[in-house]
């Protein structure tokens, strides 16, 4: 892995391979079962300029479970960029206080140009629409996981992404990332006009995956193993689609009906989250709460590892964690 981790790009499968075995070594200090304290001193700066629960909280959890201390900033307003100070600047300055730093922001590009300017790892824990690496990244792990429990492989997977595809940086994350393994089928659904990027879509097939577009989740999709649906991001849309878009069809919920009728007992149904419960959203439906292929829960819970591994490597102490986590 480079010295930040600002895009699925910048991974090779080997990477990614060694991140997801990594993270399964973390697992135990993860549940407290054991303790490392091996980044005690160290000072992650949180600076999360969008709303985040999952992403600035596990961030936070990780690097405490490894021993760190964490200084959290939140939105623009208690940050001093509200008095028009530049992405170069804060960079500058927070390299000088913290060990690491994650960083969501609005914009896509801005956390990229906030690490070209700092001395520290930079993670990037959203950019607008751009990416979300470390949630593509446990979504992988989740994945596998599932799959282990399940009897089931990833080569030749078929795979469903649904939602809001264009604005939804989490899968724009996840289908490079899948894209990185044998080939496998992806089916995308997005209600029209929230299309995955065609550039990201082009790059998928050239490496060989089959892909699928479809408007609608009215088909048989029994031998689907992961459905993957976002929350539609309308604090992204334009004025224009604002009026043009309206409620949400009932057309792109997944609920248990869905799941009973077009998919099988061994579908397992994740989502990034947040999902939007507020009326005539129809995001992720809650009648699935008590189904064992609800994955969602698991799904936030393997961020504490995965987020523990992504540490771990950036800041090069992964041969001390197995030290501390040798029988004595
Ligand atoms: N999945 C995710 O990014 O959640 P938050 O927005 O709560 O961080």
């Given at each position: 892995m480079s010295s930040h981790l600002l895009s699925i790009d910048s991974l090779s499968r080997d990477h990614v391979d060694h991140l997801l075995r990594l993270a399964a070594r973390m697992e135990p200090i993860a549940q407290r079962r054991q303790v490392t304290r091996v980044l005690e001193g160290a000072v992650l700066g949180n600076l999360f300029f969008e709303a985040s629960t999952r992403t600035r909280v596990s961030f936070n959890a990780a690097f405490c479970r490894l021993g760190g201390s964490v200084c959290d900033t939140t939105g623009f307003t208690f940050s001093s960029m509200a008095k028009g100070e530049s992405l170069y600047d804060t960079s500058r300055v927070m390299s000088g206080y913290c060990d690491a730093i994650v960083m969501r922001h609005p914009d896509q590009g801005s956390v990229a140009e906030f690490a070209a300017a700092t001395h520290v790892p930079v993670i990037n824990g959203g950019d607008g629409p751009g990416e979300h690496p470390s949630q593509a990244l446990l979504d992988l792990y989740t994945i596998d996981k599932e799959f282990t429990r399940l009897g089931?492989?990833?080569?030749?997977a078929h795979v469903l992404l649904t939602g809001d595809l264009k604005y939804g940086r989490t899968v724009h994350s996840l289908i490079k990332l899948l894209s990185l393994y044998e080939p496998m089928r992806i089916t995308l659904v997005a209600p029209p006009g929230l299309e995955m990027p065609s550039q990201v879509v082009d790059r998928v097939v050239s490496r060989g995956h089959r892909v699928e577009q479809r408007e609608s989740l009215a088909s048989d999709f029994a031998d689907v193993d992961v459905v993957y649906t976002t929350r539609?991001?309308?604090?992204?849309?334009?004025e224009e689609m604002n009026e043009s878009f309206g409620v949400l069809s009932r057309d792109f919920t997944v609920d248990r009906a869905f799941l009973d009728q077009r998919c099988s007992d061994t579908t397992i149904v994740m989502h990034p989250l947040p999902r939007d419960s507020r009326p005539g959203a129809n995001d992720l439906d809650v009648d699935l709460n008590s189904d064992p292929r609800l994955a969602i829960f698991r799904q936030t819970d393997n961020g504490i590892p995965v987020r523990m591994a992504i540490f771990a490597s950036l800041l090069a102490v992964e041969e001390q964690i197995e030290h501390d986590l040798r029988p004595v």
């Open positions: 089931k492989k990833l080569a030749g539609i991001q309308k604090e992204r849309f334009t």
